[in-house]
């Protein structure tokens, strides 16, 4: 079975700290993707990647940065950790050209108190 | 920025009865998907669509993609416990394959 799998389910940081979300898939795709989730306001994307080394920024990059060194690990750093980045945190992958939708994680629940 | 408006924000729904929700946009989507989240997992894919028109079932889910290719609706028929969960629609914009914009959810309670 297909797997992404993010390292940690549950974190707790205190503000300012450096934090890193690990992802890693078995499927050797090439799109990865990190979204955050929030009551009301759905899965909003940070930053994606299409190939290693390569990075985009989605829609909320601002706070976070990633790295992607290896095909199948994707990391996303919180370089200074703020209580405005608690949040529930998915990471995705899709192989390109794929039609049906990404794979998730089963996500990461990090709390910055 | 999040342009999907996903309709019902939640439903408490007794089992056997029959869900519907939507999701519309002011932007053209060329792929509508459906997701659904259970609690403590990430969002598993549900009904893939890609055509305007188009008409899809899997088991009691059915989806539609409009034909303006402007929204899309879910409806799940004769519910069960295990419908419980978050429902998310997403669309694909035409330019930017890859990147899917999420619609806010649809919490679904069932009740026996």
């Known amino acids: 079975d297909v797997k992404v799998t993010q390292s940690s389910r549950y974190l707790v940081k205190r503000t300012g700290e450096k934090v890193f979300l690990e992802c890693v898939q078995d499927?050797?795709?090439?799109?990865m993707f990190w979204y955050r989730q929030d009551p009301g306001l759905g899965l909003r994307l940070i930053y994606f990647s299409y190939d290693v080394k390569m990075k985009e920024k989605g829609d909320i990059p601002e706070g976070y940065s990633v790295s992607r060194e290896k095909k199948e690990r994707f990391s996303l750093i919180l370089e200074s950790a703020s209580t405005n980045q608690t949040s529930m945190y998915l990471c995705?992958?899709?192989?390109?050209?794929?039609?049906?939708?990404?794979?998730f994680g089963s996500g990461t629940r990090l709390t910055v108190v | 920025g999040q342009q999907l408006n996903q309709s019902p924000q939640s439903m408490f729904i007794q089992e056997g009865e029959d869900v519907s929700m939507n999701c519309t946009s002011s932007?053209?989507?060329?792929?509508w998907l459906w997701y659904k989240q259970d609690p403590g997992e990430g969002p598993v894919l549900l009904i893939a669509l890609y055509k305007a028109g188009e008409l899809t079932s899997n088991g009691r889910l059915t989806a539609q993609f409009g034909i303006t290719r402007k929204d899309s609706f879910l409806n799940i028929s004769a519910s069960i416990p295990s419908d419980v969960g978050i429902y998310f629609c997403a669309g694909q914009l035409t330019d930017s394959w890859g990147k899917l914009q999420f619609g806010a959810g649809t919490q679904v309670v069932v009740t026996p």
């Open positions: 995705a992958s899709v192989p390109t050209g794929d039609r049906y939708g990404y794979t």
């Open positions: 499927m050797d795709h090439e799109n």
């Open positions: 932007s053209i989507f060329n792929t």
